[in-house]
Structure formats: structure tokens, C-alpha cells
């Protein structure tokens, strides 16, 4: 079995422009959005865990297209939060904005030294035939005080990477996609699809 094309489970447009340009890196495979394919809404993403709701939205895909389906879910975890938003990240607020100031709320008296945090992301590829194959990944880092930047999406404005020391939200898209949660979850997931002969060499 190899991959041809995909769609792509989300109707998030920033995770729709990260995720075409990672699968570019598993070779020429035809990358579709869902309104390309169906005017599907997205199931609740009710599962207690990223890889529950990454499948969950992936499956749903599947059985409404019969083509090949590619999810994600990630969140933000701050360590004085106890790992809180996390699993609800995209629900801890409506909509991005309110989730930004709920957080910077919720650490406004925490000192710079424990506003440690990490972002989480589980993709997963559902074929179907019933084969589902799943990767995941972090990125290490810390909560800002205030929001930087322009570029990104969700909490980017306030996550510093530890690895770049800077704020996601100024960086490029190259930068981001080199570091990000999601780049290396999905490079992880290229890698097991390569195992596979699901994709060529990357």
C-alpha cells in the first residue's frame, strides 16, 4: 500500500497551511482540505487524550470520504497549572484570544522561573481499510508575560521555545517548522510510514 493522497481532518486553516507543508516532506502526495472533499462538520472532540481525539477526527473522515485521513490533536501544558490546559487547550476559552488572556490570568503572580511549559501534538493517519498509524511530539519551553508576534496561531504569541529562545509567534514559518510540536510528530509519523513502505524515502 501506497500513499497517494490524503485529507486533511481539521477545519483549523492555521493547521491546515502547517500540515500540507509536513506531508510535502513524505514525497508528492495530493493533500485535500474538507471542503474539497465534503461539507462535514467535525465531530466533538470528546476523548480523555490527544491519540482519542486525533482518531476520532481522522475515523470520522474515513468513513464520510473513503480516502485516507490525516489528524491532529495538541495543547498546551503548564507545569503550574498541573499540565492544565492541555487535552481542552482549543476549549479553555472561546475562541483564541480568550484562551491567551485566560492563561496569562491564570499565571499572572507566577515568576518567570516556574512558568515552565511544553506544547503536545498526536497525529494519526487513518486508512480505510481500518489501519490507523499515530505519532507524537513536544517542544520544551515557557509561558511569556504578554503576547508577541503576529504569526502562528493559538497560544504562539505566548509560548518561548527553549530551543530558539524566542516566542513562536515571531518566528518564520520555516523556524516554526523546524521546532514545533507538530513538525516533529509528524516527521516521527513520516518515519513509521516509511517503515511501512506506506511512503518513499524521506
Known amino acids: 500500500m501506497t ?24 514525497g508528492p502526495i495530493e493533500v485535500l482540505s474538507l471542503p474539497q472533499v465534503l461539507p462535514l462538520e467535525m465531530p466533538e472532540e470528546t476523548g480523555d487524550t490527544y491519540l482519542e481525539n486525533a482518531l476520532l477526527k481522522a475515523r470520522a473522515v474515513v468513513a464520510v470520504s473513503g480516502l485516507p485521513a490525516l489528524a491532529d ?15 481542552r487547550s ?3 476559552a472561546d475562541g483564541e ?21 511544553r506544547y503536545r501534538a498526536v ?14 511530539g513536544t517542544c520544551e519551553g515557557s509561558i511569556g508575560f504578554v503576547e508577541r508576534g503576529t504569526g502562528g496561531f493559538g497560544y504562539d504569541p505566548l509560548f518561548v521555545s527553549s530551543e530558539l529562545g524566542r516566542v513562536v509567534g ?19 509519523l513520516g ?6 513502505g506506506i511512503v518513499a524515502s524521506l
Not at 107 to 112: A, F, G, T
Not at 178 to 184: G, N, W
Not at 191 to 196: E, S
Open 97 to 117: 484570544a480568550a484562551c491567551n488572556a485566560r492563561l496569562l490570568a491564570e499565571l499572572r503572580d507566577v515568576p518567570v522561573s516556574l512558568r515552565t511549559a
Open 191 to 196: 518515519q513509521a510510514l516509511q517503515a511501512r
Open 123 to 136: 497525529v494519526a493517519l487513518a486508512f480505510p481499510d481500518g489501519l490507523a498509524i499515530s505519532a507524537d
Open 90 to 92: 482549543a476549549r479553555y
Open 3 to 26: 500513499l497517494a493522497r490524503l485529507v486533511l481532518a481539521t477545519s483549523n486553516a492555521g493547521k491546515v497551511r502547517e500540515l500540507r507543508g509536513l506531508v510535502a516532506e513524505w
Open 170 to 188: 515571531e518566528m518564520s514559518a520555516d523556524e516554526k517548522a523546524r521546532i514545533s510540536h507538530r513538525a516533529r510528530a509528524m516527521r516521527a
Open 73 to 87: 490533536d495538541s495543547g498546551i501544558e503548564v507545569d503550574a497549572l498541573d499540565g492544565r490546559p492541555g487535552v
